[in-house]
Every structure is written in structure tokens, then in C-alpha cells.
């Protein structure tokens, strides 16, 4: 995953969060010789498969992906950091992350904005945006708006509308396919809707902390979003699990006795997000669990308790 030193998009910087690698494409190589289960390395025995190359690093030369060799169109990690330049230099948004997952799969870097939405009780929620790109064929290059909440050092998409625009483009973000040119400049026109994604965020925000949120309506809100059932129709161990130390998070957890979030809607949402991006069990370790909450399977769970809430401010 890496992590956040000084100097944050310097070329030292790059350096240390090792996204300072380029990319290259490479041929499949595959046996004709033999029966196909000995190594073989005389050039004569082997043979390249026409609608495939290898993406790897150029600097360990470690394999990343297999990808399309006439369709995928490769996003270099320095065309991260282009993207994000006019941003910074203009100011009111400063890059403060960045890393790879997996080796270099898929590589990502986050941006802030410098003012803050301002909840009851002081509760400051900073919005981000984050890019990411792979090399692996798992997912194109996406940009998503997001947020991070001071108190707990939770983050949340801006999922705000769902679905997604013909053009790869809506309030919420983008995501470009490998088959598309990633246009930066094209890309960077869109980060310009970061201001009014945050301000119907921000909406919706103190709509949530002016639900009050008993019990009963908990308890019902988080069956919904983490609740599933087995053969005999009763909740599973697992999700009973999740409940619970989610329950628990949203009356002790960190920020849960702000005055935005005691008892209220926006309390609960963030005893979700408390619950995926720091408690939740992984197979792997806090970066397994950072992929899920950014890509993976926690990012889904986030993603639908936000609309869940958003119904409720809207009934």
C-alpha cells in the first residue's frame, strides 16, 4: 500500500511510495515443444501468442497483468501525478497520498481539499478525490470522489447518483475502460465537479445528523446493509458479527459522541464506514483491508449504507 512521507508528490517522494516505476509490454512466450510441462528456453521451442502481451515493471521487470495486445491502452504511473499538477499549482487542493497495491497492479494517489465541511459539534469532514489505475486487466482508471471524517479517520465515497454516464463521467467520479484513451486533460475538467459534489455531500451530511436514530431503527439500518441469511432463514454468524461490533462502534467508537453523530443518522453511516475501514477482519492484513474498502467488497458495503441513508433524509 505504502506510505505518506514529506514532500508529498516530489520526485523523492514518488521514490519512496515506489510508484516511480514505468510500465512496458512484453510478449507471451508459450512452449511448442515436448508435451508442454518442461521448461524449455532455446528460442526455437517457443512461440508467441499474437492476441496477448505481458505488463511489467521496467525497473524489477516483475510481471503485473495480461492484457490485450491490440486493444488495452496503457496509463503510465507519471500520468497520475500529471493529472493532479494544475490541481496543486493552483491551490485549494494538495495531493497527500499515494502507493501501490499488489506489487504495482494497481497504483493510486489521493488529493484533499484545503477547506473542510463543517458538521455540528466541530465535526470536519475533508473531501479527496482519489485516482487509481491497473495494469492487471481488473479494472480501467478510475477516479472517485470521497471524503475523509477527521474524528475517526473514516473515508466514504461521494456516491451521490448512481449509475453510470455513456462518456465514463457523472458527479461521483469517473471510470474509463483500458479500450479508451485515458485523456488527462479531459479527466482534469471533471475533478472540477469535486466542488459541487461536496456541497450536495455536505447537504446531505447535516440532513443525517438531524435523523435521530433509536434502537430499533439501528439495529434495522445495519441489517440492511450487512445482513445475510443462511438456509434456515436466520441471520448468519458472520453478519451477526458484523452487526454487533458495528452497534457497538456507533455508541463508543471514536467521534460517536459528537454532537453530529450521537443518536443520529449520520452516527450510524459512520460506524459503518469506523467498522470497514479499520475493524473489519481481513484475510491478509490492513492493506488487504484498505483494498476492500477502496475497490473491493468494503467499498460496495460503504456505498450502500450511503444510499440507505440518503433514502431515509429523504422520507
Known amino acids: 500500500m505504502n ?5 508529498v508528490g516530489s520526485p523523492e517522494w514518488i521514490r519512496s511510495v515506489d510508484l516511480s516505476f514505468e510500465v512496458e509490454r512484453v510478449p507471451v512466450l508459450f512452449s511448442i515443444g515436448g508435451n508442454g510441462t518442461e521448461r524449455l528456453m532455446d528460442a526455437s521451442n517457443l512461440a508467441e501468442f499474437k492476441n496477448r502481451v505481458v505488463l511489467r515493471r521496467a525497473d524489477n521487470k516483475e510481471g503485473l497483468g495480461i492484457v490485450s495486445a491490440n ?29 501501490n497495491f499488489k506489487g504495482g497492479q494497481r497504483i493510486w494517489a489521493q488529493a484533499e481539499l484545503d477547506n473542510p465541511i463543517i458538521l455540528p459539534g466541530n465535526d470536519l469532514i475533508f473531501p479527496q478525490f482519489l485516482l487509481s489505475t491497473s495494469y492487471n486487466g481488473d479494472t480501467g ?42 485523456d488527462v ?5 471533471h475533478v472540477e465537479e469535486l466542488m459541487v459534489a461536496a456541497k450536495l455531500f455536505e ?37 451477526k458479527f458484523k452487526i454487533a461490533q458495528m452497534d457497538d462502534l456507533y455508541r463508543t467508537g471514536p467521534g460517536s459522541d459528537a454532537a453530529s453523530a450521537q443518536g443520529t443518522l449520520w452516527g450510524v453511516l459512520n460506524a ?10 481481513s484475510r491478509s492484513d490492513h ?29
Not at 172 to 180: D, Y
Request: charge should be neutral; glycine fraction near 10%.
Open 141 to 182: 482508471t478510475v477516479g472517485t470522489f470521497t471524503t475523509r471524517r477527521v474524528f475517526c479517520e473514516n473515508t466514504l465515497n461521494m456516491a451521490l447518483s448512481q449509475g453510470d454516464a455513456e462518456d465514463g463521467y457523472n458527479i461521483t467520479g469517473f471510470s474509463i475502460p483500458h479500450h479508451r484513451e485515458f
Open 203 to 239: 447537504v446531505a451530511a447535516h440532513k443525517m445528523t438531524q435523523v435521530g436514530m433509536g434502537a430499533d431503527a439501528t439495529r434495522e439500518f445495519l441489517i440492511k446493509v450487512a445482513g445475510s441469511y443462511g438456509a434456515d432463514g436466520q441471520l448468519t454468524a458472520q453478519s
Open 287 to 315: 492493506v488487504g483491508r484498505t483494498y476492500s474498502a477502496w475497490f473491493g467488497d468494503g467499498k460496495t458495503t460503504k456505498v450502500k449504507a450511503l444510499h440507505l441513508a440518503l433514502q431515509l433524509t429523504a422520507e
Open 71 to 99: 486493444s488495452y491502452k496503457l496509463v503510465q504511473p507519471a500520468a497520475v501525478f500529471d493529472f493532479y499538477q494544475g490541481f496543486t499549482q493552483a491551490g485549494g487542493m494538495q495531493l497527500v497520498a499515494g502507493g
Open 272 to 281: 459503518v464506514t469506523r467498522f470497514i475501514d479499520h475493524e473489519a477482519p
Open 185 to 189: 486533460r479531459e479527466a482534469q475538467k
Open 3 to 7: 506510505a505518506v512521507v514529506n514532500n
